[in-house]
Each structure stands twice: as structure tokens, then as C-alpha cells.
């Protein structure tokens, strides 16, 4: 069975700095992952997504991730906190024989001014 | 350009009255979602439509139900809401079912039970 775990449900950072939101997961065969992020009432939107190839993936607004097979990991990454990046983000993961996704409980980011 | 509308985006019903959230799309993908979301927690998947193929979640109650109608349009009915009910509800597509395609997501209708 797959499950996500996002160490951090409250995470704060000072405008400028480095954002690192974590991601694993337990799967015995590498699944799909993703990061979504959501705005206050807003939908879910894709930041960035990893199936096959290259293991750093960069998304919108800056964000990268890289898939770790070893770690089984999956962190989120931006070099410089914008006050914009305020939201909650969610890793998800995917099987790569089917489209169930699994959802992390969530990471809550600050940006302090 | 709207890709995932859900209406209203707000609901205020009574408890045990029914309600119906509407969700529609103009991406024409073959599979849809619903979830539900509460404060400070993940989504939780209900149940999916590929195409006309209904498929729920067994730990969904039976209190909620679903219609896919067309193509386009989804829809979540829940029957006999209680004040447990109340939260975000997410409706999601994505192009196909057996492969890596992300799913887009419509803003969400709040539902507030009363």
C-alpha cells in the first residue's frame, strides 16, 4: 500500500529565504509523485509532477523537487521565499499502474516579512 | 480560461436536507472526482467516474452519491447532510485512468450544514 509523509505540518520562513518542504513515501516500486498547492479556498494546483527521466524536476513559481530512489523521498525546494508562496502544499503520489492518488496530510507555509 | 468550474462555491444547507454540487469541465477528460476536504486536512477521494463507469471508495457513506450525466458535467448528492458533512468539496478530472496525468482541480464549493 502507498502512503505520503510530510514531516512539518507548520512550516515558517523569513521572505528571501530557502523553502524546503519534505516529501516521502513508501512504496516498494517508485510511484508517480507530485506537489500541489492550494490557496486559501482555492482548488488544488499542480506545482510539479515526476514520472520517469530526470530525477530534479522544476514547476511553477520556482519550486523544484528532486525524486532520491534511495531516500524515497521527494522535497520540495524554492531558493527564495516570495510573500506569494503563503499556502498549504500537498505531495501526492500516484502508483504507476493506476491513477489512485495519495495525499500527504499537508505542509502550512509562513512567509514572515 | 476555466477548466474545472464547481457551483456554487459556497452551499449553505439545513441538516438532513439533500444538496447537490455541481461540477463541470471543458478539458472533455474521461475521468472525474470528488473529493472531500476538511480544515486542515488532505483531500479525501469519495468516488471517480471513468467515463460512465461509477467507482466508489469503500469507505464512502452511503449518504453520498454521485451522476455523471455527460461528459462535461459531474455531480455530488448527499442525501441526508449532517454536521459532519460540512467541508470543502473538491471535483478533479484527469485525461485518462492508467496513466501519470495529473488531475486539475476546480476551486471547491464550501458547504456549510446548518
Known amino acids: 500500500a502507498q502512503s505520503v509523509t510530510q514531516l512539518g505540518s507548520h512550516v515558517s520562513v523569513s521572505e528571501g529565504a530557502l523553502v524546503l518542504l519534505r516529501c516521502n513515501y513508501s512504496s516498494s516500486v517508485p510511484p508517480y509523485l507530485f506537489w500541489y498547492v492550494q490557496y486559501p479556498n482555492q482548488g488544488l494546483q499542480l506545482l510539479l509532477k515526476y514520472t520517469t527521466g530526470a530525477t530534479l524536476v522544476k514547476g511553477i513559481n520556482g519550486f523544484e523537487a528532486e525524486f532520491k530512489k534511495s531516500e524515497t523521498s521527494f522535497h520540495l525546494t524554492k531558493p527564495s521565499a516570495h510573500m506569494s508562496d503563503a499556502a498549504e502544499y500537498f505531495c501526492a503520489v500516484s502508483p504507476n499502474t493506476g491513477n489512485q492518488f495519495y495525499f500527504g496530510t499537508g505542509t502550512s507555509l509562513t512567509v514572515i516579512p | 480560461d476555466a477548466m474545472v468550474i464547481q457551483n456554487p462555491r459556497y452551499q449553505v444547507t439545513q441538516f438532513g436536507k439533500p444538496v447537490t454540487l455541481s461540477c463541470s469541465q471543458t478539458?472533455?477528460?474521461?475521468?472525474m472526482y470528488w473529493y472531500q476536504q476538511k480544515s486542515s486536512q488532505a483531500p479525501k477521494l469519495l468516488f471517480h467516474y471513468y467515463d460512465k463507469d461509477f467507482n466508489n471508495e469503500a469507505d464512502t457513506p452511503d449518504n453520498f452519491q454521485s451522476r455523471r450525466p455527460n461528459t462535461s458535467f459531474c455531480f455530488l448528492d448527499i442525501r441526508s447532510p449532517g454536521l459532519g458533512d460540512a467541508a470543502m468539496y473538491l471535483c478533479a478530472t484527469s485525461r485518462e485512468r492508467w496513466d501519470p496525468y495529473e488531475q486539475y482541480f476546480g476551486p471547491g464549493t464550501r458547504l456549510t450544514v446548518t
Open positions: 478539458l472533455n477528460h474521461n475521468v
